[in-house]
């Protein structure tokens, strides 16, 4: 490390991803067993740190990653990925559970581990080390102090994203924080610091049950598809801004009505206007953040009654995303299916044309805005390894 190089102070997001419960988990488990846990689920967190996110470094059982202001993603994206990640922590656990006939305590205590976030908003500076992206500062600082903070001891929650207030602010997340729980902690030599804490296990529950909606294969109508150079996650980033999605519709302009808080999610209505001619609501039917919506909308004939469905998929492949939207026959009165049908066929070149459009527009606005990301540092499994016995000594 040169110590003489100088380090820009930059502005972003700081992540903690911690595993919950692990030191009372150790306690009580045989440790082989325990290192090949901590690090099945470090793997996981760290598979789950998507660009624009950066890996700054491993630390025991927790994660640690940052992101620029100027690259980073809507605010709602952000939460989903959070949430996104820990529905597969928890899924993850189940399997553990389910898959495992070890009698020793740490298969059998695995149950008990659970999942929680810190998010945090400021300045810092990156000092490149041989390992890892160190980052200064004393924002920095004081998100590792939140991390030490009474939100169990007052409300009983082991699983849960903590949100400073900078970093509710800077997300435009205002409007949902009255489903969190507001606190305050106080840290020696720094003021209150307020912050909005968000149960994760509702979250779980939601996703556990949900009951999803598609389109059959026997009941497609037409099918466009686009290969794009961008993750699933800043695919999805587009989707929800209707200045972006407002391409994929070619309309002119798209609002959203029905929002839950600031957030877009099953109930909202997209409304797609085309000119000052018409307007389509497409109510959400099916959303599951960096995979697929389905939306229901009225078909635009004459014969009222007349119902179609869309599906937007987006599935991961070798240098980006395969985004494939897909129209359902009609239903309603059967002279309405026959029209709507008839019609839709004949406009597949338009929307061959329209996802072909989307996807030239968020390559292009991409590499205007989001494209220079610093490079991120390697994990590998050795330096996993060593994390997980890391926090195995310390425990």
Not at 152 to 168: D, P, Q
Not at 314 to 326: A, D, F, K, Y
Not at 364 to 371: K, N, P, Q
Request: with cysteine; proline share 4%; hydrophobic share 40%.
């Amino acid at each position: 490390m040169d110590c003489g190089a100088s380090m820009t102070t930059q502005q972003g997001y700081f992540l903690i991803a911690d595993i919950t419960g692990y030191t009372q988990y150790l306690s009580a488990s045989e440790l082989d067993h325990a290192q090949q846990t901590l690090a099945a689920l470090l793997n996981l967190l760290i598979q789950h740190t998507k660009p624009p996110l950066i890996i700054s470094r491993l630390a025991g059982d927790a994660v640690i990653s940052y992101g620029l202001r100027d690259s980073f993603f809507q605010g709602q994206t952000f939460v989903e990925m959070i949430e996104d990640t820990y529905v597969s922590f928890r899924r993850a656990i189940e399997m553990m559970v389910h898959n495992t006939t070890c009698p020793c305590n740490a298969c059998r205590n695995i149950g008990s581990l659970d999942l929680k976030f810190f998010v945090h908003y400021g300045e810092f500076a990156v000092q490149k080390l041989d390992a890892h992206d160190e980052l200064i500062g004393s924002d920095v600082n004081l998100i590792h102090r939140l991390t030490k903070n009474h939100v169990t001891e007052v409300t009983g929650l082991r699983a849960y994203t903590l949100y400073s207030g900078a970093a509710i602010d800077q997300l435009g997340l205002k409007d949902d924080v009255e489903d969190m729980v507001a606190l305050e902690e106080s840290y020696e030599h720094l003021d209150a610091v307020r912050v909005f804490v968000q149960d994760m296990h509702p979250v779980w529950e939601i996703k556990k049950h949900e009951v999803q909606v598609s389109i059959p294969p026997d009941k497609e109508l037409l099918r466009v598809v686009a290969d794009i150079a961008l993750s699933p996650e800043q695919v999805w980033d587009y989707l929800v801004q209707p200045e972006h999605y407002r391409v994929l519709t070619g309309g002119t302009r798209v609002e959203i009505a029905n929002r839950n808080g600031a957030r877009v999610a099953t109930g909202s209505v997209f409304q797609c206007y085309h000119g000052d001619r018409s307007m389509v609501e497409m109510t959400i039917l099916e959303w599951q953040p960096f995979e697929r919506m389905v939306s229901r909308y009225p078909v635009p004939i004459p014969i009222k009654g007349t119902i179609g469905l869309t599906e937007i998929r987006l599935e991961p492949i070798e240098g980006g995303t395969r985004l494939t939207q897909i129209l359902g026959k009609s239903t309603g009165p059967l002279p309405g299916r026959i029209m709507g049908d008839i019609a839709f066929r004949q406009m597949i070149p338009a929307f061959q044309a329209d996802i072909d459009r989307f996807k030239a527009h968020v390559e292009a606005d991409f590499a205007e805005h989001g494209s220079d990301l610093p490079s991120a540092a390697t994990i590998t499994e050795a330096m996993i390894g060593a994390a997980a016995r890391a926090s195995l000594g310390a425990a």
